[in-house]
């Protein structure tokens, strides 16, 4: 199967594509409408309010929506098109911008999307209040709390999205595991940051729990259960999710060493100058012969990492090979998982999707 198979005279991939960026501007249209609604009637006419009204809407506004997408993917595999559907896969986008929130503050980014980031947002606003205290303490408490809005609004979106008691009953174990694992791989992910490299199987199993799965994986399995899509097919989901998350989030740490800052919305390369053990980093470590492991501990022992430093490790990780074994290991994920899509099983409109997801997940420059 591949992304451009035919149906009669219109190419799919084509087809899927058009289809999947209507899908992502209704889903995005729904999450955005709902933070609107719940803004306006929690903030409007009060001052701590004044910033918050405008503000989360906007944060909402910029999301590329991928984990509805794939959740919709599922419900399209048992269950025919459905508005009520939407909303429901909607929900895993504003559970999404809880955890860029949060990310932004645990890891100090000044910019998301392109865009200052919330805690730096509310942080200026103290600023150019005159308020007393620290302004940047106030800006992450406040992230911190509409970061936990979205998480509260995205459960409230799910529940009200018009799906039956029945079909939301299917869909809450996997809701529930996408929110654990979330939190559970970013604690990995936190102390990986806080000690020496770790080994490569330690960096797959956290990229795996804080990304892939809940990237990928949780949401198509969310969409097949509360289409009530049975076994088997569920479990070819599952196969395919947790081979395209892997990739997704090794294309991820490419982009946070050798993302285009113009394009990615964030400074060249972040991930080096946060000092993250990211995927791209330890595999570099590993690749690395003696005569470059002495420039990789002079690199670590920097105070600070400046336009300069990440020059050189830019280097460094291209001499080792390590940027174009990363790009072998996605494409290598990538095939298995659409050889995991049995055409007796998924339907072919499904599987169409599926395949063009797993491009935009792999293929990607932001």
């Known amino acids: 199967m ?9 190419p799919t991939g084509s087809a899927a594509t058009e289809g999947l960026d209507a899908l992502a501007r209704r889903c995005l249209a729904e999450a955005h409408g709902f933070v609107s609604e719940r803004a306006a009637e929690h903030f409007s006419g009060r001052a701590e309010g004044a910033l918050a009204e405008t503000a989360l809407p906007e944060f909402v506004a910029g999301g590329k929506c991928l984990r509805p997408l794939f ?3 599922g419900w399209r595999c048992g269950q025919p098109e459905s508005g009520a559907a939407i909303r429901a896969v909607a929900a895993l986008e504003l559970l999404h911008c809880f955890a860029l929130v949060q990310d932004d503050v645990m890891d100090g980014s000044p910019l998301r999307r392109g865009r200052p980031a919330l805690h730096v947002r509310f942080t200026r606003w103290h600023e150019e209040q005159g308020w007393a205290g620290s302004a940047s303490r106030f800006g992450e408490s406040a992230a911190i709390l509409f970061g936990d809005l979205f998480l509260v609004w995205s459960e409230q979106l799910l529940r009200e999205s018009g799906l039956t008691a029945g079909q939301l009953a299917r869909g809450w174990v996997h809701y529930d595991a996408m929110r654990t694992e979330l939190a559970v791989g970013q604690l990995a992910d936190l102390v990986n940051d806080a000690r020496a490299l770790p080994s490569w199987d ?8 804080k990304s892939g799965n809940y990237t990928v994986r949780r949401p198509l399995e969310f969409g097949a259960a509360l289409a009530g899509c049975g076994p088997e097919l569920t479990a070819g989901l599952a196969e395919f999710g947790g081979l395209v998350g892997e990739a997704f989030q090794l294309r991820d740490d490419l ?3 050798f993302g285009d800052p113009t394009v990615t919305g964030k400074p060249a390369g972040q991930d080096l ?9 330890v595999l570099a470590a590993a690749m690395a012969g003696r005569r470059r492991q002495a420039a ?3 690199l670590l022992e920097l105070p600070t990492i400046d336009d300069d430093a990440v020059s050189r490790w830019r280097e460094l990780i291209v001499a ?13 994920r990538a095939d298995k998982a659409l050889a995991a899509i049995d055409p007796a099983v998924v339907p072919r409109h499904a599987a169409d999707l599926l395949a063009t997801l797993a491009a935009r997940c792999t293929e990607r420059d932001r």
């Open 273 to 281: 100058r946060d000092r993250k053990a990211s995927s791209v980093v």
């Open 202 to 209: 330690t960096v797959l199993d956290v990229l795996r729990r």
């Open 71 to 73: 959740a919709y993917v």
């Open 2 to 10: 591949t992304a451009t198979m035919t149906t009669g005279t219109v």
């Open 320 to 332: 080792t090979g390590a940027r174009e074994r990363m790009g072998e290991l996605i494409r290598e």
């Open 296 to 298: 990789f501990t002079e």
């Open 255 to 257: 982009l946070g060493v």
